[in-house]
T-cell receptor, first 112, second 113 residues
Framework: AQSVTQLGSHVSVSEGALVLLRCNYS??????LFWYVQYPNQGLQLLLK??????LVKGINGFEAEFKKSETSFHLTKPSAHMSDAAEYFC??????????FGKGTTLSVSS | DGGITQSPKYLFRKEGQNVTLSCEQN?????MYWYRQDPGQGLRLIYY???????QKGDIAEGYSVSREKKESFPLTVTSAQKNPTAFYLC????????????FGQGTRLTVV
């Protein structure tokens, strides 16, 4: 069965600093991986997805993620944090025949 | 505009009552899902449906029930058997192909009073 582990439930950065949110997956088949963002009391919005076309995936709002099969990782990065990036971020893997399986989430705080 | 709509946004339930959360989509998606979100626990799958008139239990189905009579609709009933129903509930839909993303509604916050 597939699973996702997000390392760090809370990450704090200064405005303008690098953002790095970690995600490791477990899958017995080639995975399809996703990063979502959630603002308070709202649904989830897709940031980016990996579907085996390219290992470096670019998403919205300047975020990108790199799929590393050897490390079973799909970490999310952004070169320069903005105050508006403060939110909760979820990594997810698509389990065949069922549903997206989510990690527990990482709350990103951005200070000025 | 295509999308997925949940209603109501806020819902209050008395002890012992059943309540139904609505989820409607006009994206022509076959698959629909219900997740429960609690602080620090991520999203946990309650029920999912891949096709009309068929649905499966997720990881935390006890105390919940669903129906899928129409492709567009997947209502969730929180029954009195659910002992701790206060949570944020999210509905999602997606195409049945594995590599496609899920689209989410704006959620319903259920509170027991």
């Amino acid at each position: 069965a597939q699973s996702v582990t997000q390392l760090g439930s809370h990450v704090s950065v200064s405005e303008g600093a690098l953002v790095l949110l970690r995600c490791n997956y477990s899958s017995s088949v080639p995975p399809y991986l996703f990063w979502y963002v959630q603002y308070p009391n709202q649904g989830l919005q897709l940031l980016l997805k990996y579907t085996s076309a390219a290992t470096l995936v670019k998403g919205i709002n300047g975020f990108e993620a790199e799929f590393k099969k050897s490390e079973t990782s799909f970490h999310l990065t952004k070169p320069s944090a903005h105050m508006s990036d403060a939110a909760e971020y979820f990594c997810a893997v698509n389990q065949a025949g069922t549903a997206l399986i989510f990690g527990k989430g990482t709350t990103l705080s951005v200070s000025s | 505009d295509g999308g997925i709509t949940q209603s109501p946004k806020y819902l209050f339930r008395k002890e012992g009552q059943n309540v139904t959360l609505s989820c409607e989509q006009n994206l022509n998606h076959d698959a629909m899902y219900w997740y429960r979100q609690d602080p620090g626990q991520g999203l946990r799958l309650i029920y999912y449906s891949q096709i009309v008139n068929d649905f499966q239990k997720g990881d935390i189905a006890e105390g919940y029930s669903v129906s899928r009579e129409k492709k567009e609709s997947f209502p969730l009933t929180v029954t009195s058997a659910q002992k701790n129903p206060t949570a944020f509930y999210l509905c999602a839909s997606k195409d049945r192909e594995r590599n496609t993303e899920a689209f989410f509604g704006q959620g319903t916050r259920l509170t027991v009073v």
